[in-house]
């Protein structure tokens, strides 16, 4: 359906440097993490300590850890995680100055929690409403979108990392390779003028875009408002 990308980000201050990067898949091994580590520092020397790797838990991408009955494929992982590497070597080299500032807002409209209160005491993921027998939500959301921006000296947006809690899982139910809504958010974000952009999700717990209350938020819509949130977010940030 659309591209599924690893997105690195790296950051360097008086020879000290670290970086983060952010996989479209569901979840990643320990093995794996040390493995893209270690060739990532090999390539250009950030040490492996200062290195995050973490997925979006999009659930339609390659299978790369065992999962139910998905057994990853040994050739496509080699090459995988050596592109991996070659990502944070890849941002390494074309790193340049920068200022980078925080800033947050809030959306309201993307994640709902899916767990409901039944009246007779149990509790249902994916609740609705329309049963009689729902009594209320089991707890909250985390409507926080955080960026943190990087501008050039002149002004200009280079890049972002942006951070929501939400479950991408728009195609959990085909067979369709997506980056889901993180991958709409990329897109619409360098239709705004932020060319590169890092999703790391929150503490999604039970934030899902399917809404006990009936009112989803599709996949469009879902990277659509994040992209025009942060853009806000970037837009109050403060310089760090």
């Given at each position: 359906e659309d591209p599924i990308c690893a997105r690195a980000a790296v950051f360097g201050q008086k020879g000290v440097w670290a970086g983060v990067l952010q996989l479209d898949v569901l979840s990643v091994t320990r093995g794996l993490v040390r493995g893209i580590r270690n060739a990532a520092a090999a390539l250009c020397g950030i040490p492996m300590e200062h290195l995050l790797v973490c997925a979006t838990h999009n659930h339609a991408g390659p299978a790369v850890s065992r999962f139910w009955d998905a057994e990853p494929d040994s050739g496509y992982m080699a090459t995988w995680a050596a592109q991996c590497a070659h990502a944070i070597a890849q941002a390494h080299r074309d790193a340049v100055e920068a200022e980078l500032s925080f800033?947050?807002?809030?959306e309201w409209r993307v994640a709902a929690n899916r767990r409901v209160?039944?009246?007779?005491g149990t509790v249902r993921t994916h609740g609705d409403f329309s049963d009689p027998k729902c009594l209320a939500l089991e707890g909250p959301i985390d409507p926080e979108v955080g960026v943190l921006a990087a501008r050039a000296p002149e002004g200009q947006l280079l890049g972002m990392i942006v951070n929501y809690a939400?479950?991408?899982?728009?195609?959990m139910d085909d067979d369709a390779f997506s980056a889901g809504f993180p991958g709409v958010l990329a897109n619409r974000l360098a239709g705004s003028g932020c060319p590169n952009m890092v999703f790391l999700n929150g503490a999604f717990g039970n934030m899902h875009t399917i809404n006990p209350i009936g009112?989803?938020?599709n996949l469009e819509n879902a990277g659509t408002y994040l992209a025009e949130a942060a853009m806000t977010a970037?837009?109050?940030a403060a310089p760090l």
């Open positions: 800033g947050r807002t809030f209160v039944m009246r007779d939400c479950h991408p899982t728009h195609h009112k989803s938020c970037a837009g109050q």
